[in-house]
């Protein structure tokens, strides 16, 4: 039910800045948990930063603290991931999720997850 597309991935140099945007639709953001995760080529798929639905925190993966923030917007039903201080290491496809409604993802582990978007490429290079 619940469809989720993602937008904002691009091109920038290190040391630039980027925010992603998800759009929900389908259901309101009122119900679920909302996770940002990445795959760069030849990993693994790893959770970025989670957000649970009733604000009781933000869980960010140790490679992103201090430089990205995920927030949302229940009324707009949106998400976002404000990405600064980028890195040639956060090159990957970054893809929003959430779980099955009122379940639990603040764990930010992809097997917690059931809904996920398309994907947007971020690349960081000079």
């Known amino acids: 039910q619940l469809q989720l597309v993602e937008s904002g991935g691009g091109l920038v140099q290190p040391g630039g800045s980027l925010r992603l945007s998800c759009e929900a639709s389908?259901?309101?953001?009122?119900?679920?948990?909302i996770g940002w995760f990445r795959q760069a080529p030849g990993k693994e798929r790893e959770g970025v930063s989670c957000l649970s639905r009733s604000w009781v925190g933000a869980n960010y993966a140790d490679s992103v603290k201090g430089r990205f923030t995920i927030s949302k917007d229940n009324a707009k039903n949106m998400v976002y991931l404000q990405m600064n201080s980028l890195k040639p290491e956060d090159t990957a496809v970054y893809y929003c999720a959430a779980p099955q409604m009122f379940r639990s993802g603040y764990g930010c582990s992809t097997k917690d997850y059931d809904h996920w978007g398309q994907g947007t490429q971020v690349t960081v290079s000079s």
């Open positions: 389908g259901s309101t953001l009122d119900y679920y948990d």
